[in-house]
């Protein structure tokens, strides 16, 4: 596993920076290339011009140098779903819930591999993870909801958009035509607060 980023981290000897830093750019690379479950630690230890050995030196397996490569861009993508306002009315979509799905757009190639088929499970595990862990602390501030200011019905509330936004961002990638940023952000946002999917009758 890799060291824990904290005051020992940053002590860390700069040659081990270094290499870490080439693994990771390597293993996002291949990513971005081939399908996850086809990656080897000699295919990344190749690309990164290091020897196998060096790989296990500092990574358990291929999963958790892959899962320290994209933590930074998930970390980037929980803060953007962060900052997207849960209670706006369902007919005005959040310019940064068009901002997020404009930043998944901008690294579709790298989303589609991760999230697709041949993805990586802890990957998917963890930016659901930190994505209901952002919605939670939204649903918490906003006291209007009623059961949503709960510990668990909040939680719940919180998987269950996370999932959503994972489940819808896996699909948008794949799309061989897909819409806009600014179209899947409307259509989601009007599904997330209650309203009728566009092309449904109402009620």
């Known amino acids: 596993m890799p060291i824990p980023k904290n005051a020992a981290a940053e002590r860390m000897d700069p040659r081990v920076r270094r290499t870490r830093a080439l693994l990771r750019e390597a293993a996002l690379q291949l990513a971005a290339e081939r399908d996850v479950e086809l990656l080897t630690i000699a295919d990344i230890a190749a690309r990164a011009t290091v020897n196998r050995a060096t790989v296990y030196q500092h990574y358990r397996d291929r999963d958790a140098l892959l899962l320290d490569a994209m933590e930074e861009e998930i970390g980037r993508l929980a803060h953007a779903a962060a900052r997207c306002p849960l209670t706006r009315p369902a007919d005005r979509t959040p310019v940064e819930l068009t901002d997020l799905f404009g930043h998944v757009e901008a690294n579709a190639t790298l989303y589609r591999r991760m999230l697709g088929p041949g993805g990586a499970a802890r990957f998917i595990n963890r930016l659901r993870e930190l994505l209901a862990r952002e919605v939670a602390g939204q ?57 009728p999917a566009a092309g449904l009758a109402e009620a």
């Open 139 to 195: 649903l918490g501030s906003d006291d209007a909801d009623g059961a949503e200011g709960s510990g668990p019905a909040r939680e719940l509330h919180a998987h269950y958009v996370a999932g959503a936004f994972v489940g819808v961002f896996t699909a948008w990638v794949s799309m061989p035509v897909r819409p806009s940023a600014a179209e899947a952000a409307q259509e989601v946002w009007r599904v997330l607060r209650g309203a």
